[in-house]
C-alpha cells in the first residue's frame, strides 16, 4: 500500500478566509486569487469550494485560467501576466478570461483582434510589469483611435511593500495610482493584494485580490495567519516510520549535523525535500505528533527527517506527524527555512497527495 503521507485541505476555512477577506475588502468586491495550482491546494478543488462566494478569480496565465473552466465554472478570470501571443486574445474572448495587458506588444495584438474583456496595469514603483503613469495618456488615446476602449474593465497596480506596515512606498503607489487614473473615474480600479486588507485606511477601490491570506498563511512580515484570524487550509502529514534512541555523543543524518548530548528518543518522519518539504529547515523547526510540538533534529533528506520526541514519550510506529497545518503554522516553519509560506505551499511536489475536504 503507498504510504499516507497526505495534505489534507480542508475547504470550509478556505471559505472561511475568503470571506474574511471580502469583509476586509469593505465596499471592494474580492477576486478569489487561485494561481500556482491554488497555491499548491489543487485550482480545481479551490475555485469549485469558493464558486458561490466569489464573483471573478485571478490567475497568472492561461492555463490556469483554462483549468478552472475545465472545473466546470463560468466567472470571469482575470489573467494578471496578460497573455503570451496575439492568438491567447481570441481565447480570452472566447472563453471570457479578462487579461490584464501591460505592454505596447500586447496593444497591438489588441488592436489585430477582436478585444476581450481587459484591464491595463499600471506601474507605480513595482517596476516589474506595466505602463507608467506618465504614459497613461498615450495609451488611453491609442485604445480610443483603435476604437478597443469599449471592453476596458480598468486599471491594475501591484503592492512592493504591503506587507511592511513600516514601509511608505505603499501610500505613494496609491497616490500615484490615484493621480494616473482620475481621468477616467467610470472605470474600475484594484490594487488590493492580501497585506493591503490587513493596513488600516487603504483604499482598495473596486476589486481587492486576497491570494496567500486565503489559504491561511500570513501576507504580513513577523505575523502568523491565525494571528490575523485566518485558518490553515493544508495540513501536512507524513508517518512516524521508526523510533530509536541515540546514546550521548551519537549523530543523526547527512553531515551529523546534530549530536546528542544525553540520551534522546527520535524518530523518523517519512517525508523530505523530495515532496516539496524545505531542505534549510534545520534544528530546532517545529512540527506535532499527538497533538504535541516536537522539533525536527539534523538535515532534512530527500525523503525523511528527523524528530525529537523526548517530550512526547509515547509516540509510536504509525502516528502521523503534522509538518505544518493547525499546530504548527507555515509560517514558523519558513521562518525556521528563510522563506515564506507562499513558497512552501505551492512547492509541494505532485507526490504528496491533496486530500480536499
Known amino acids: 500500500m503507498p504510504r499516507s503521507t497526505v495534505a489534507r485541505i480542508d475547504l470550509e476555512a ?33 475555485a469549485q469550494a469558493l464558486a458561490q462566494d466569489a464573483g471573478k478569480f485571478a490567475v497568472a496565465c492561461l492555463e ?9 465554472l463560468n466567472q470571469p478570470v482575470v489573467m494578471l501576466q496578460g497573455v503570451h501571443s496575439g492568438q491567447d486574445l481570441d481565447v480570452c474572448r472566447q472563453q471570457g478570461f479578462e487579461p490584464v495587458l501591460h505592454n505596447n506588444l500586447q496593444l497591438d495584438w489588441l488592436a489585430a483582434s477582436q478585444a476581450p474583456a481587459y484591464w491595463l496595469k499600471v506601474n507605480t514603483g513595482m517596476n516589474r510589469l506595466g505602463f ?19 471592453e476596458l ?26 493621480q494616473a487614473t482620475e481621468a477616467w473615474p467610470s472605470l474600475m480600479r484594484s490594487v488590493g493584494n492580501s497585506a493591503a486588507h490587513f493596513l488600516p485606511e487603504q483604499p482598495l477601490y473596486d476589486w481587492s485580490r486576497p491570494g496567500i491570506m486565503l489559504y491561511g498563511a500570513s501576507p504580513m512580515i513577523g505575523q502568523t495567519g491565525p494571528g490575523l484570524g485566518l485558518e490553515p487550509v ?19 543524518g547527512y ?9 534522546t528518543r527520535m524518530g ?14 534545520g534544528t530546532g523547526t517545529p512540527a506535532a505528533v499527538r497533538g504535541r510540538r516536537i522539533r525536527l533534529l ?20 504509525g502516528d502521523m506527524v503534522e509538518l505544518w497545518g493547525k499546530t504548527v503554522s507555515v509560517d514558523e516553519v519558513a521562518v525556521c527555512a528563510g522563506t515564506i509560506g507562499y513558497e512552501l505551499l505551492t512547492g509541494l511536489t505532485a507526490r504528496v497527495p491533496r486530500d480536499c475536504r
Open 14 to 46: 478556505l471559505k472561511h478566509n475568503f470571506r474574511l477577506a471580502q469583509a476586509k475588502a469593505g465596499a471592494a468586491q474580492a477576486m478569489a486569487v487561485v494561481k500556482a495550482d491554488g497555491y499548491g491546494h489543487g485550482i480545481r478543488a479551490v
Open 64 to 72: 490556469e485560467a483554462l483549468e478552472i473552466r475545465a472545473a466546470g
Open 132 to 150: 507608467r503613469p506618465s504614459d497613461l495618456p498615450a495609451v488611453m488615446e491609442k485604445l480610443k483611435h483603435l476604437d478597443q476602449r469599449a
Open 153 to 178: 474593465q480598468g486599471f491594475v497596480t501591484h503592492f512592493a511593500c504591503a506587507d511592511d506596515t513600516a514601509s511608505s512606498m505603499t501610500q505613494e503607489q496609491t497616490r500615484l495610482f490615484e
Open 234 to 252: 493544508m495540513t501536512l502529514e507524513a508517518p512516524l516510520i521508526t523510533t530509536r534512541v541515540l546514546r550521548p555523543g551519537e549523530s543523526i
Open 255 to 263: 553531515g551529523s549535523t546534530w549530536v546528542a548530548e544525553e540520551e
Open 268 to 281: 523518523m518522519v517519512a517525508i523530505g525535500y523530495g515532496d516539496g518539504y524545505p531542505r534549510h529547515a
Open 298 to 317: 539534523g538535515r532534512v533528506s530527500m525523503d525523511m527527517l528527523a524528530v525529537d520526541l523526548t517530550g512526547v514519550p509515547d509516540a509510536q510506529e
